[in-house]
């Protein structure tokens, strides 16, 4: 008997496949079944993207030689080169030089033979008019170079892709939002909603009942919601405690153990036993009430015409606007500059990555915003040749929900698309974000970006100390050419419509 037989007696025998769709497939049915399974699918999402960027911006210069994209090559080694710089700048540039006690970005000095010294041994890059190394400053302006231009780029993808899903999929389709109430307004609401339903008292009745019916339908909204909010946190905390018994009953079921019941094991169990009798009781109120079906506009329209005024809005305009509201950040919720102190915060002594990502959080939240619009764009074009596809009808007509069919079968045949958006908006965001930096809208002094480096002073520097000025300009070139270059070589490599030019 061969490999491949034995294979398919044991999927046959077991009823599970063991191709990494099916896994991929099986994890969705677990993120969608409960609030602890989505949250869980979504932190998991999220460490397995940082994990394979890392693996990715490794094995990239490799995988594109061998697939002969030798100026993608290039664009790869110097992303590889700015992470490693970023990641290893304290460590490159030491944070006590000479028992200064302060980052060594910050170190200078006014005296005249320590201002504007050209290039030398000592000064690499020479420094600037306040006696700073300007090499110093260049490769902690990575940190900010890489954050911002990463972070965008996940942002961007993540907002892009959500919303083009959910415009591209239910384009052309009509939906309603049904609302439970009591018989009588429900009759009532029926009936205006006849054509011809008599004069004009009967009108008028028939708007006094909708007026009711709306106001009725709002306040019970309410209290179900609240009720489904409770009975939703009792629900997690069984979860919780079930949490090491589903883990098993996972690992059992895909992995074909034969000791997984037909029930789903004694993890489902515990999760069907934590049902609340507050959730008991809201189904109990609104089991006897007749369902009103609003119909809701067409959710592509809708996104399409806010995705239209979202584009009209120039992106220099619309990046200061937002920047100017926001402020620098640094403090608030991540940094944002608004609500409460959560989250990572910034300091005048921040120098590993981790503690310069406060800096950048409203800047990658800027530019994210104003990039994802024509992103949007782009991935719902994808999704409505994907929706064509017979899988997809294939999936309804068994019955699948809209939420399972978009998880499980449009993302992971769009995530080409997204890698090569993500890919091309990398440099774009590194450019933008000098731009703003040059305005001196960026992240807030002290902390040194190679945008800022080139505005202010430096105009008028500039002619009598030209290293100030080419340096970081260089930095900016090289970083967005290579960005640029490995975006048009995975371009290249995945878009089918691209292969073998």
Known sequence: M???????????????????????????????????????????????????????????????????????????????????????????????????????????????????????????????????????????????????????????????????????????????????????????????????????????????????????????LVLITAMRAVDTVIRLAGELAALPFNIVTTAQRVFGSRSANASGGLGEQIGEATDSPLGRRREELTGGMAPISIPLPNVDIALQRVIDVWIAFPAIFLILAIVAIFGSGGTGFFGLGRGPDFGPQASNSAEWLWEVFPNTTVVIVTLSIVLAAGNTRVIRGAVLGIKAEQYVEAARAVGSPSSRIMAAHILPNVVPVVIILASLNLGIAVLAEAAISFLGYGIAPPYPTWGRDLGGLTLTDAPQAWWIAVFPGVAITVSVFGFNMMGDALRDILDPRLRGT
Do not use: C
Request: no cysteine.
């Open 2 to 220: 061969t490999e491949q037989t034995i294979v398919e007696a044991v999927d046959l025998d077991e009823g599970i496949s063991f191709s990494a769709r099916d896994v991929w497939e099986r994890l969705v049915d677990q993120s969608l079944g409960s609030p602890l399974g989505f949250i869980t699918g979504i932190a998991a999402g999220i460490f397995a993207a940082s994990i394979g960027f890392l693996i990715g911006t490794v094995v990239m210069p490799v995988w594109l030689w061998r697939r002969r994209k030798f100026m993608g090559v290039l664009g790869a080694l110097i992303l590889l080169a700015s992470v490693l710089v970023a990641l290893l700048a304290p460590v490159i540039q030491p944070t006590h030089v000479e028992n200064f006690p302060n980052p060594p970005y910050v170190k200078g000095s006014l005296s005249a033979e320590d201002r504007f010294q050209a290039p030398s041994a000592d000064h690499v890059f020479g420094t600037d008019r306040k006696g700073q190394d300007v090499v110093t400053r260049i490769i902690y302006g990575s940190e900010v170079t890489v954050l911002v231009g990463l972070g965008t780029v996940i942002m961007t993808a993540v907002l892009a892709t959500v919303l083009g899903i959910l415009s591209g999929f239910f384009a052309g389709e009509s939906l309603t939002w049904t609302v439970r109430a009591p018989n009588g307004l429900a009759a009532m609401s029926r009936q205006l909603r006849q054509p011809g339903s008599g004069g004009l008292a009967a009108r008028g009745v028939g708007l006094v009942g909708l007026l009711l019916v709306v106001t009725y339908s709002a306040a019970w």
